[in-house]
């Protein structure tokens, strides 16, 4: 397998069911600005040839999104307006029934003031579309060698799929072969092979989606095309089966009841409700905000718990890939910089650089009278951190194992803004 396959694999299995938040798109601007410092970065940087390495391209893509992590942790508390203490004053939200619904506030501060608690009382989740094939034996053949078709339509579009049987196949082999093919259309379908405890096996069909439209009747439906060998094919698997129907999630908001199409939805723009599990009847879930203190903790236990994620990573290739102290002196520095000050408010900094909390004596510190003061220092730390976080993410390939092979000519430097491309394509086969 090519060494670019290898990282795209790691990159996927590893960040690829990551939601993407606010923070991650950018204005032309920004973009703009991120372009133009990479090509002065590169501008004098020397020539040079990364070491073949197991696992430098995992190293690479570890650090971009640790500084990813850690931007968009900090961006998130440089919402407020800019003051000493706005940045950690950002509002959180709490469920009274965690198990039940959880809830995250993605308003301002300005509109937490303008927005009161409110109750919720779950009736019912949101629910896939399921089709259930029927359970066949997995080491017999049910289907005679041949070439099958059926159309599948969903709520916008009609498909048609066609799949070989073989001599040597199985029930099971099919099933599984429909499986890849369905989930490999990327149609908005999950497929996978379910067993009972009889050694049967059956195909089934899930909808990603969660909730059904009034004038709508299915979310997909499957039915074979006009052929008596696909008519009777589908008719022996059994795929066109509606196990479990779509559903609309239903909830009492303050009493009135509402519905929506998935279990994770906004209230006025300000509130990002999930829903987990049903209520009690006349037992709702109170929707509001941790205390100032409390939330002021969490935010700073948020943004330690970034930081020393980024010296985890450091150490996790230190054996394999020397030039990682740069990255864990360049983070940890940060940490050491402010040692005294963090300390006296609670966040102790230990001989590697990692910070632990001490929430009793922090909570003390940010309700003091002069909190203002801690609040400075915090500010300080967070903006320095941010620095040191872009640089990294700028340019990652300066902590991983490589050999110069020529410096510029000082003074008649040439742009040469593609060598990001050694990051960004992951162009590092086995001859570099």
């Known amino acids: 397998m090519a060494t670019i396959d290898t990282a795209y694999n790691y990159y996927l299995s590893t960040y690829g069911k990551q939601s993407a938040s606010r923070y991650d798109s950018h204005k032309k601007s920004e973009l703009r600005n991120i372009y133009n410092t990479i090509v002065k970065i590169n501008k004098d940087s020397p020539l040079y040839k990364i070491k073949h390495s197991g696992d430098v391209q995992k190293f690479a893509i570890d650090i971009k999104e640790s500084t990813r992590v850690i931007k968009n942790v900090i961006a998130s508390l440089s919402d407020a307006e800019e003051g000493i203490g706005n940045a950690f004053q950002k509002k959180i939200a709490v469920s009274s029934q965690e198990d039940v619904v959880s809830a995250d506030f993605i308003g301002d501060n300005k509109e937490s003031e303008e927005t009161d608690s409110f109750l919720i009382e779950v009736k019912q989740l949101a629910s896939s579309q399921v089709n259930l094939g029927n359970f066949l034996d997995k080491n017999n053949l049910s289907l005679k060698p041949g070439s099958y078709s059926f159309d599948l339509e969903n709520t916008s579009s009609a498909f048609e799929f066609q799949f070989t049987v073989n001599s040597d196949d199985t029930n099971y082999t099919t099933q599984l072969k429909l499986a890849n093919l369905i989930s490999n259309a990327d149609i908005g379908l999950k497929a996978s092979v379910v067993e009972d405890q009889n050694n049967l096996s059956a195909l089934q069909i899930e909808s990603v989606s969660t909730g059904i439209a009034p004038d709508e009747n299915f979310l997909f439906s499957i039915f074979p095309q006009g052929t008596r060998d696909s008519i009777s094919a589908i008719d022996a698997l059994g795929i066109d089966h509606v196990a479990q129907e779509a559903g609309n999630a239903v909830f009492l908001l303050d009493g009135i009841e509402r519905s ?46 970034s930081y020393n994620s980024i010296l985890h990573t450091a150490n996790k290739y230190s054996d394999s890939q020397h030039q990682s102290v740069k990255l864990y002196r360049d983070m940890s520095s940060t940490a050491f910089t402010f040692q005294n000050s963090l300390e006296s408010m609670g966040l102790l900094v230990d001989d590697k650089g990692e910070i632990s909390i001490d929430k009793a004596l922090l909570t003390e510190s940010v309700s003091e009278e002069n909190a203002e003061e801690h609040l400075s220092v915090l500010n300080e730390f967070k903006n320095l951190l941010n620095t040191k976080a872009n640089n990294a993410s700028l340019d990652p390939m300066k902590y991983v194992d490589k050999i110069i092979v020529t410096y510029k000519n000082p003074g008649k430097t040439l742009v040469t803004p593609y060598i990001t491309s050694i990051y960004s394509g992951m162009m590092m086969d086995r001859y570099c």
């Open 260 to 305: 929506a199409y998935s279990n994770t939805f906004t209230i006025n723009h300000a509130f990002e409700l999930t829903l987990k599990g049903l209520s009690q009847e006349g037992d709702p879930a109170m929707i509001g905000f941790k205390t100032n203190a409390d939330a002021m903790a969490e935010n700073i236990q948020i943004l330690v718990d």
